[in-house]
């Protein structure tokens, strides 16, 4: 995505190996799809008000902002560089999901439920009661590859005020997350782990859709699987025995 205001096309399909750029990570709440995003000139003027109002376009608009302070031309942000109207596009896309992050030179994880200037060290169930006295962020499935894929984080607070690097909140990290530290800093290549230790991390993390506990995990993994939205919880049973096929570890047979 480049220059969401721009009165051009601001949708481009590049080389995510080739290509330097920012991506972002985020809880999804009122967001600006594809569609939305490719027709937003031609809309009507109250149309197109309308969806400029919304939180989701200003999560874009200020990503944007950030990509260009720290001098990147691209971002990649899900809710509106995905055609989810196309299932081979989305399959593709879930595919290839943590090899995109994993190449971005950083990703931008908004906090959206987080006020002050730091992440929190303790539970507060006050504040995050519903996501286990936690920032949301941490609790969601999506986010495990989010966090661990990219080279670099940085966390913003709800006004987008930058809250600290994954390498240097990584003792925090490793608090809320159960993530060892040396993971956070230097990828899954600097500690040798079994499949049930990175299954653990992902234990008390939720998805809207069943089948994407099984999706968001593949990445970390190293496997790939076709997208069957609709089969429930058969999805991990299938995930599992992809690991195995790739993996003589036993300790999957843990989950």
Same mark, same amino acid.
């Given at each position: 995505m480049e220059q969401a205001e721009s009165e051009y096309d601001i949708l481009e399909e590049l080389d995510d190996e080739a290509t330097s750029y920012a991506i972002s990570s985020h809880r999804w709440g009122e967001e600006v799809t594809y569609k939305e995003m490719m027709g937003l000139m031609k809309m009507e003027t109250r149309k197109r008000d309308e969806v400029r109002k919304r939180y989701g376009y200003?999560?874009?608009?200020?990503s944007c902002e950030q990509a260009m302070k720290d001098g990147y031309k691209w971002l990649w942000i899900d809710?509106?560089?995905?055609?989810?109207?196309?299932?081979?596009e989305l399959s593709e896309a879930i595919n290839s999901m943590y090899r995109w992050y994993q190449n971005a030179q950083v990703c931008y994880a908004y906090l959206s439920d987080v006020d002050e200037l730091a992440v929190p060290a303790e539970r507060d169930y006050r504040k995050f009661g519903q996501s286990s006295g936690w920032p949301e962020w941490f609790m969601r499935g999506w986010t495990l590859q989010e966090?661990?894929?990219?080279?670099? #984080?940085e966390f913003f607070n709800?006004?987008?005020?930058?809250?600290?690097?994954?390498?240097?909140?990584?003792?925090?990290?490793? #608090? %809320?997350?159960? %993530?060892?530290r040396e993971v956070l800093r230097d990828g899954l290549v600097a500690k040798r782990l079994s499949v049930a230790q990175i299954m653990s991390w992902a234990a008390r993390r939720k998805t809207t859709r069943v089948e994407d506990r099984a999706y968001s995990l593949m990445g970390l993994f190293g496997v790939n699987m076709p997208m069957v939205y609709g089969e429930g919880k058969k999805t991990f049973h299938r995930l599992q025995l992809e690991?195995?096929? #790739?993996? @003589?570890?036993? @300790?999957?047979?843990a989950w």
């Open positions: 200003q999560k874009i608009i200020n809710t509106c560089c995905i055609d989810k109207r196309s299932s081979s966090l661990i894929a990219p080279k670099q #984080v709800q006004d987008w005020a930058h809250i600290g690097s994954k390498r240097h909140l990584a003792p925090t990290l490793e #608090v %809320i997350t159960g %993530i060892p690991i195995i096929r #790739v993996s @003589s570890d036993h @300790s999957i047979f």
